[in-house]
């Protein structure tokens, strides 16, 4: 019988896991984590999901742990890439693996698993490189601006006004505020990190616009607007970048 391939998530202690199944004859079940995080685990015939997630789970030590390191290597930041097949990209806590194809059109798009470039110059790094920071500076834009206007109606009766929403680098710090000129900034690197995490660092920052400090004020008002932040803040611990907000 030939061997079954089939892709599945798994969410393992807030951290959205992608792998792949390979159904095949061995006797006994099989896991491997490569230095881009791509992960496989390998069953008999016959097995169910459950028994593969249920495999996970105990293993989840030892995945977490192996996942942080790729991820502090393989993290959203562009520098040291040398834009070729095989590498690995965060966005939006997926490690999203680069496919390069031949073709006349120049474009980037994603499937939540893979990176697709296409380009008539497949071996052109600086052409690629600067086709994949523009698609990674859109995805940014967009997602940003989309969390930033999702979480804002609720300020509006604080006469809070849709805060200026800035991208900028900033040494161990996600997000800032700015309450006096109301200017939010978010880093960059955020884009890598899950989308609930995107909204914690977008809320805690709109939270400074009414209490420009870490007081008991603004946590109370913090755990109004979004309950479950501090398992969100957790989440974001798992990424490389401080999270100094």
């Known amino acids: 019988m030939s061997t079954k391939i089939s892709l599945h998530f798994i969410e393992v202690d807030g951290m959205t896991i992608g792998y792949e199944w390979l159904q095949k004859e061995v006797k006994n079940l099989n896991l491997r984590i490569r230095g881009d995080g791509t992960i496989t685990v390998s069953s008999p015939i016959g097995v169910e999901l459950k028994e593969i997630e249920s495999f996970l789970h105990r293993r989840k030590n030892f995945v977490l742990n192996t996942l942080r390191k790729s991820i502090a290597v393989n993290f959203s930041d562009l520098r040291g890439k040398q834009f070729v097949s095989g590498e690995s990209y965060m966005l939006l806590g997926k490690a999203l693996r680069l496919k390069i194809i031949q073709d006349a059109r120049k474009q980037v798009t994603s499937d939540g698993v893979y990176l697709y470039l296409y380009t008539p110059e497949t071996s052109n790094t600086v052409a690629n490189g600067g086709m994949?920071?523009?698609?990674?500076?859109?995805?940014?834009?967009?997602?940003?601006?989309?969390?930033?206007?999702?979480?804002?109606?609720?300020?509006?009766?604080?006469?809070?006004?849709?805060?200026?929403?800035?991208?900028?680098?900033?040494?161990?710090?996600?997000?800032?505020?700015?309450?006096?000129?109301?200017?939010?900034?978010?880093?960059?690197?955020?884009?890598?990190?899950?989308?609930?995490?995107?909204?914690?660092?977008?809320?805690?920052?709109?939270?400074?616009?009414?209490?420009?400090?870490?007081?008991?004020?603004?946590?109370?008002?913090?755990?109004?607007?979004?309950?479950?932040?501090?398992?969100?803040?957790?989440?974001?611990?798992?990424?490389?970048?401080?999270?100094?907000?």
């Open 132 to 245: 994949i920071a523009e698609y990674f500076e859109q995805k940014r834009n967009v997602v940003y601006h989309e969390v930033l206007n999702y979480l804002y109606p609720p300020f509006r009766k604080y006469n809070i006004k849709l805060p200026e929403l800035r991208i900028e680098h900033m040494p161990k710090r996600w997000g800032s505020c700015t309450a006096a000129k109301g200017i939010i900034r978010l880093h960059p690197h955020l884009i890598g990190t899950p989308r609930p995490c995107v909204e914690y660092i977008v809320m805690h920052e709109l939270c400074h616009l009414i209490h420009p400090n870490h007081s008991k004020s603004f946590y109370s008002l913090l755990s109004v607007m979004m309950p479950d932040w501090k398992l969100r803040q957790n989440m974001l611990a798992q990424y490389p970048q401080a999270a100094d907000v």
